[in-house]
């Protein structure tokens, strides 16, 4: 399946490019989960298969459907955007719950990817695929779409860009639409984490050994995630464009918006989110 692929040499997207490289070949679609699975679900081993992985995506749909109180969404009837589709994990789920799913990527050998795990275990005729080649604009028009989801992702794209993909995410959703953002906050491990990943992103740059760092395991969960966001600084931004904002933390943490906000915002502590992770699920106004 070997294809010319433009890539970007931003080291925060190394990677993504890294893996899209593995996927970008003959293997089969379960030597792509052994291969790059790892860098989707955290899992490894030589007997992960396609279908095992497409099954974490399908249970984890379920569960944020249900915590993320979003049971009376009328997918079935809905154009859904995934931004950070990867190869699919969660996109054959989406495939078989709404009209029309396009699945978003800055990489794409992943999208070719994706529509494979698609046509296996989804509705590929109800899937279009979106190539976000500057990992911050979507070649999309206002409007296009019911619901923009995002899992996992906006951490690993440098916080302008993340802050830009909100506001496209926006953008690009109808008004009474929904956005339903996952993001990555601080927390007390950071103090070390941060300046590591900082260094790890710096060291991806030299020539040769760091593309080859950016393929290893423990440099990448050191360097991928490029920012931490606050609800309050996602809010700042676009909190003029949304209503019913509602978001979902961990009980073990405390994440306050500002006095002002009371109102209009909602903070939904739940226990089954990670200490680390915030969601943000809003109404475009
Ligand atoms: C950790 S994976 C999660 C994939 C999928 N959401 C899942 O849970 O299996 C992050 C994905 O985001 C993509 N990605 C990273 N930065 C991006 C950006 N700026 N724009 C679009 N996709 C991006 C990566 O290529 C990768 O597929």
Redesign the pocket.
């Known amino acids: 399946m070997k294809s010319r692929r433009a890539i970007s040499l931003r080291a925060h ?1 190394l990677p ?1 490019s890294s893996a899209g490289n593995l996927a970008d070949n003959d293997l089969t679609a379960d030597d792509v989960v052994r291969e790059t699975g790892w ?3 955290n899992q490894t081993g030589d007997e992960l298969t396609l279908e095992a992985f497409v099954e974490t ?1 399908d249970k984890e749909v379920r569960r944020y459907i249900r915590l993320l109180q979003l049971e009376s969404f009328r997918f079935e009837d809905s154009t859904l955007l995934e ?4 190869i699919g ?2 996109t054959s789920s989406f495939t078989n719950r709404c009209n029309a799913v396009i699945a ?4 794409s050998a ?1 999208l070719e990817r994706c529509r494979q795990t698609v046509a296996r275990f989804g509705r590929i005729d109800r899937l279009s695929t979106l190539h ?1 080649a500057n ?2 604009t979507l070649g999309l028009g206002n409007d296009s779409v019911d619901l923009t989801f995002s ?3 906006l951490q ?2 440098q916080p302008q ?1 993340a802050i830009n ?1 909100v506001g496209e995410a926006i953008r690009v959703t109808r008004s009474g639409g929904l956005v339903v953002l996952n993001f990555r906050t601080w927390v007390r491990s950071d103090i070390a984490l941060v300046p590591l990943g900082i260094a790890v992103r710096r060291l991806w740059k030299l020539p040769v050994l760091g593309r080859r760092l950016a393929r290893w395991r423990w440099s990448t969960r050191l360097g991928w995630q490029a920012n931490r966001l606050k609800p309050e600084t996602v809010l700042q931004n676009f909190e003029s464009q949304l209503s019913n904002v509602k978001i979902f933390h961990s009980v073990k943490r405390k994440m306050s918006v500002a006095k002002a906000r009371n109102e209009s915002v909602k903070t939904m502590p739940t226990k089954r989110i990670n200490p680390s992770h915030w969601w943000l699920v809003a109404q475009v106004s």
């Open positions: 997207h993504w860098v989707f679900n995506g931004i950070g589709s990867g994990r969660m978003a990527d800055v990489d992943f976000v990992g911050k899992y996992i992702t690993h794209c860009d993909l």
